[in-house]
């Protein structure tokens, strides 16, 4: 494909002009990764592989990024969500597809078909991607296959976490660490990649690879868990501690404004996985939750990505307050089967409570097809839902669903159009469990 040079433009673009058919192979060959994956094993046995330190985000210790700034300021679209009294946006993870744009493609075309409403207030505002945006290595010769092509008909602003995949460069390589990442999805202003290919899209304006997201009804802690396989981290030795002082002033700043919104925490690697699959990484998890417990401040929901698959927990702590935690890989790179022999039968407890562990139960999951989360909040409930892409773009219907309330932090039966005027004590009633359908 041609370079195509860099446009800059005097606000945001999405989707293209005239819709067309998705593309049937790629216009860009991807080369075999073989060679450097040995190399990349061979520097692991070898303990040469560690993480990564990333340039500093703008916008201080606690960067902020809004939804009226990605919409090039445009204050009466924020307001018009606010006027509805929800927010609806889409998440997943691990998109990019290596051998061919039909999974990610199926993906892409299911989440736009969820912008054809009769109520407006069910539309997206925007999607939240959950990391390796582009393999291998997050080059920029693939991200016109892999990223802007499936999703050149997306009418909304797309704002992403990195993964690991989108930090570590290959090894046989001189590409710097993030380095297409940071110029598609944290330019300084609002221009065409060369990397779009001719399509329109500009690249995203987050401040950096860590920084909270604010829209109405929700703020959005996006974390970067670097570039290793595993096990995820934010911080430690030869990375500093930035972010975790971003994720206390982050914490620190919702009793400040009292804010009564959803808290979501959105990174790549999962703080909790299934055993059978990559696990869980403790360390961070350990990092996370002492920043929670100083602050007195616990997320709503964890989202994640890097198992290719989609897993649903809930973690139920001594105060009675259930988080979902929820891994949504399977957005278009291969599949990750969770069973080792027999399918695991759920609900399926991973962590039993006691001796200061906090029971976590799996409640859900789907190995089999790829998908994304729709995710609904109001002033009383986070609804958060799975779809996956071999329903078709007709069914609206989710295969798995959990409802938070706001304020209980118990798991809770939704409220459509009521949940905003909810009392808390709605959270007292019993609590269904979702089960989907799981194909075989």
Known sequence: MATQPVRKLSGPAFAESQPEAPEQRFQTKHASDAAAYKTLDQLAKEHKVQPLPFPAPRGGVEPRLALADVLGGDVSAVQKIQASGQIVFH???????????????AVAGKMGADFREADPAAA???????????????????????????????????????????GMPSPLGDAKTLAAFLDNFCSSGFRVSPDAGGLTRTAQIQPGVFFTFEAPFVR?????SNALEDPGVIAGPGIGDSQLKFLRAALARVTEERF?????????????STPNTRGWSVEMLQQLDQACAAAEVWPHAVLAGHAHNYQRFTRTRPDGSEIPYIVCGNGGHGLQTLSRGSALRTPLVVQAAGGGKDQVVLENYDDQDYGYLRVLVNAGQLRLEYHPASDGSAAKTPDDHVTVDLAARRLAQFEPGGAAAAPAARAAKPKPRAKARRRA
């Open 260 to 272: 009564q919104g959803a808290v979501l925490f959105a990174l790549h690697h999962p703080p909790y």
């Open 91 to 105: 998440s997943a993870g691990d998109i990019g597809a290596t051998k061919g744009p039909m999974s990610e493609e």
């Open 220 to 224: 959005i802690i996006a974390l970067y």
């Open 124 to 166: 997206p505002a925007f999607a939240f991607l959950l990391g390796d945006i582009v393999y291998s290595f997050g080059e920029s010769q693939y991200y016109y296959d892999q990223f802007y092509e499936p999703f050149r008909d997306y009418p909304a602003p797309i704002l992403a976490v990195a993964g690991n995949h989108d």
